[in-house]
């Protein structure tokens, strides 16, 4: 990152106060989070330290609003993060009061090491890594404080707790908390945490492409967090040991809703907005819920009755759910515009991806895209009885749903065919 007037970041200092900025050196190590990428960021601090930009931000006051915001997510289950951030932050208040003395910084400095050292999870053990960073390549500013004060000026702060795998999932699920819950002995915890941000944890658990693993920090050290299957054994915890299910406060409904679609995102729509107090109706075609997930995933790998138990956690809250029904059909869409609030699209991705191959749209017999062809399988359907013999084209979760698909309805054979080496495949 350019523009970069100080960094301490992963280990790696970066020093450019008292250059031009034509020889400004530039961090190698430093990545904000994206969801910062598109804003005027002026200083950030977070779990791997301290980054300034613009020199007249206040780096004592940066620090104070910072720990402040640390010791609200401090879960209290160990008594070094939460207490020693409560210490710091008073400490920190008095500082900027005029009221400190320069043995508080020492102090606060101790007890920063300690709640580092002390701490069982990443709030704790990362959390005081940039004041510890502040303390040591801002002195002066901390010295000039405690004869001062902090005037603290009208600077906009933003606090986003969050992690690399939060930051890369689609959701942003809460997921050290609730990996935290489960190391804890606690599942119905977490997947209480998990229904904070999704009614699909069963779902989620069998069939997401895990963009968190990919940015999981302990593929730094070994490999990542199996973040997906900890999320699966919450949900599975509740089915299998028979506990009931919370049933979801209901509000006082105050605007209606039509959702059109009771797949993944139609559920989460009407899931959220009926725990906000929305009055939701759900109108799905088929004749059970999921969408794309139901008859576009074979069974063996998203089992229907996984789906509908998750839908009727949505059922619990307060929605109502029509099933085969057709919009524009059993009911018109002008009937949906008068008689609710608002409309929530969500009917699917039913067609797939054209290969750019010439003769594809010829509409040869056989020739069968891989969504359609899954789809007329899950629905019980051989999509084309005359073919013995299979070819499918491609390397990923569809292609290969096909060709599990294809030996489970007595294809006697069936052949794979995909552009990428076996290198490329594996490094994909």
């Known amino acids: 990152m350019a523009g970069v007037l100080f960094s301490a970041w992963q280990g790696e200092v970066v020093d450019n106060r008292g250059k031009s900025e034509d020889d400004y050196a530039v961090p190698l190590r430093l990545a904000i989070p994206e969801e910062f990428a598109h804003e005027t960021v002026k200083a ?15 780096v004592v006051d940066m620090c104070m609003r910072y720990i402040e915001a640390v010791q609200n997510e401090s879960c209290g289950r160990c008594v070094p993060c939460r207490v020693g951030t409560r210490i710091i932050l008073d400490v920190m208040n008095r500082i900027a009061e005029g009221q400190g003395d320069k043995a508080d ?35 002066g500013a901390f010295d000039r404080a405690v004869e001062e004060g902090v005037k603290g000026g009208r600077v906009q702060y933003r606090v986003s707790v969050t992690a690399p795998c939060m930051s890369a999932c689609p959701t942003k699920l809460k997921i050290p908390r609730y990996i935290e819950e489960i190391a804890e002995e606690m599942p119905r915890a977490a997947l209480a945490t998990i229904r904070e941000d999704t009614c699909l944890a069963g779902t989620l658990g069998r069939v997401c492409v895990r963009p968190c693993e990919s940015n999981c920090r302990r593929a730094n050290m070994d490999e990542p967090v199996s973040i997906k299957y900890l999320k699966r054994f919450a949900a599975d915890y509740e089915l ?21 679609g009771a797949g993944p995102a139609g559920l989460s729509a009407a899931y959220h907005l009926s725990r906000m107090g929305y009055g939701v109706t759900i109108f799905e075609r088929l004749s059970e819920p999921g969408g794309m997930a139901a ?13 509908g138990g998750e839908a009727d956690l949505v059922a619990d809250s307060g929605v109502e759910i029509r099933y085969n029904t057709v919009v524009g059909k059993d009911v018109a869409f002008s009937t ?4 609710f609030d608002a409309l929530f699209i969500g009917v699917g991705a039913h067609l797939s991806s054209p290969m750019g191959a010439e003769g594809e749209d010829k509409g040869y017999a056989g020739f069968i895209s891989g969504v359609t062809y899954l789809l007329d399988i899950n629905m019980g359907k051989n999509p084309y009885p005359e073919g013995k013999k299979v070819v499918v084209v491609g390397g990923g979760n569809v292609a290969m749903d096909c060709v599990r698909s294809s030996f489970r309805i007595g294809k006697p054979d069936v052949n794979l065919v995909y552009r990428r080496t076996k ?5 994909a």
């Open 336 to 339: 949906l515009t008068e008689e």
């Open 44 to 58: 950030f601090m977070g779990w791997d330290g301290l980054v300034l930009r613009d020199p007249s931000v206040d």
């Open 240 to 260: 299998d040991k028979r506990k009931e299910r919370p049933v979801p406060e209901k509000r006082g409904r105050f605007k209606k809703v039509a959702v059109l």
């Open 295 to 307: 008859v576009g995933i074979p069974d063996y790998r998203l089992p229907r009755a996984i789906l």
């Open 423 to 427: 290198t490329q495949r594996r490094r």
């Open 105 to 139: 910084l020492e102090r606060i400095a101790h007890l920063a090491a300690y709640v580092k050292e002390g701490s069982k999870c990443q709030i704790g053990q990362t959390g005081l890594i940039p004041l510890l960073s502040a303390l040591a390549y801002f002195r």
